[in-house]
């Protein structure tokens, strides 16, 4: 039997510089990890200054990790679709920081949550609106690397109109990019779940991959989100539960697990408590056989 390349864990915690992040995520056993460039819940942040840049490579080095074991995610305050342009103007200013965060940090993938009109515009022009401030953050964040940076979208449940809940609109807001090559994506086990995406057992995890490897295609698939989910399928409700503790519930994350497809791309607990992610982490390995 070939050897996996099973490289899990989650989003640690980057308190103090997110030169500590690196650290803390080898102390729950974490084979990847994800983190927030800056703080999550501000528009503004300080640039980073070269000891952080430094200490955050060493770092990196020290514990094992490369660029393609790292998934960032942005702060939760972007709305790239917003109706408010004063929003919008500070949601692609503050992508467009991120991006230049994780570029600065050597990695390759910054993953953001589409956004939403709020309903006053209909989908494909919310998606339009939506890749065109995406093009935006790539014409002013240049990245001359032989591999340059990725952005991104992450399916979403749904709620309050938000874009992603489909693999269609994701699709859309890819199709309308002037830069399609520059653009991925990432799958929450919740956020589909409460979409309407069947995946407890395999025929409905690979039912998801079909659709994903049709619409999208799975070269673009960059890393997935492990939650389980508090709501009912199709519920829309975006709340995560710890693994095999919500409605998804242990087979289907045994089939998540054993798909092959998945070797090699940052695997990322979002579950609630910190301190059971070395747990969840061994639970998961023992789940993928």
């Keep these: 039997m070939a050897t996996r390349n099973i490289t899990l864990g989650a989003h640690v915690s980057a308190a103090g510089g997110v030169q500590n992040a690196p650290v803390n995520a080898r102390e729950i056993g974490a084979g990847a990890f994800a983190l927030f460039t800056r703080n999550q819940r501000r528009w503004q942040a300080p640039p980073y200054n070269d000891d952080t840049v430094a200490s955050y490579h060493t ?8 660029r393609k074991n790292v998934l960032p995610h942005a702060g939760y305050l972007i709305n790239l679709g917003s ?7 500070k949601s692609i200013g503050g992508l467009a920081d991120e991006f230049g965060r994780t570029i600065t ?4 993938l ?3 949550h589409p956004g939403t ?5 209909d989908e494909d022009a919310t998606c339009r609106r939506i890749a065109a401030g995406i093009d935006e953050v790539l014409r002013t964040v240049q ?4 591999e340059p940076a990725l952005l991104v979208l992450e399916n979403t449940a749904g709620q ?8 269609e609109q994701l699709a859309r807001i890819i199709d309308a990019s002037s830069f399609p090559e520059r653009l991925a994506v990432c799958v929450d ?5 409460a979409a309407g995406f069947d995946i407890r057992d395999r025929t409905g995890w690979d039912s998801l991959m079909n659709d994903l490897e049709r619409i999208v295609g799975l070269d673009r698939l960059a890393g997935i989100h492990l939650n389980d989910s508090l709501g009912e399928l199709g519920s829309r409700k975006d709340r995560h539960r710890h693994i095999g503790e919500g409605e998804i519930g242990l087979e289907g994350f045994r089939a998540v697990m054993q798909d092959t497809r998945l070797d090699g791309l940052p695997l990322v607990l979002e579950t609630p408590e910190s301190e059971r992610w070395e747990e969840e982490i061994r639970l998961l390995l023992s789940l993928a056989g």
Excluded: I, Q, W, Y
Excluded at 83 to 89: G, K, L, S, Y
Excluded at 105 to 108: A, D, E, N
Excluded at 160 to 167: I, L, P, R, V
């Design 59 to 66: 770092a990196m080095e020290e514990n094992g990790f490369s």
């Design 83 to 89: 109706p408010d342009e004063a929003v919008r103007e």
């Design 105 to 108: 940090l050597g990695l390759g």
């Design 110 to 112: 910054l993953n953001f």
């Design 117 to 121: 009109s709020k309903g006053t515009l």
């Design 143 to 146: 990245d001359n690397r032989e």
């Design 160 to 167: 309050g109109n938000n874009m992603g809940a489909t693999f």
């Design 189 to 193: 086990t919740c956020h589909a779940f």
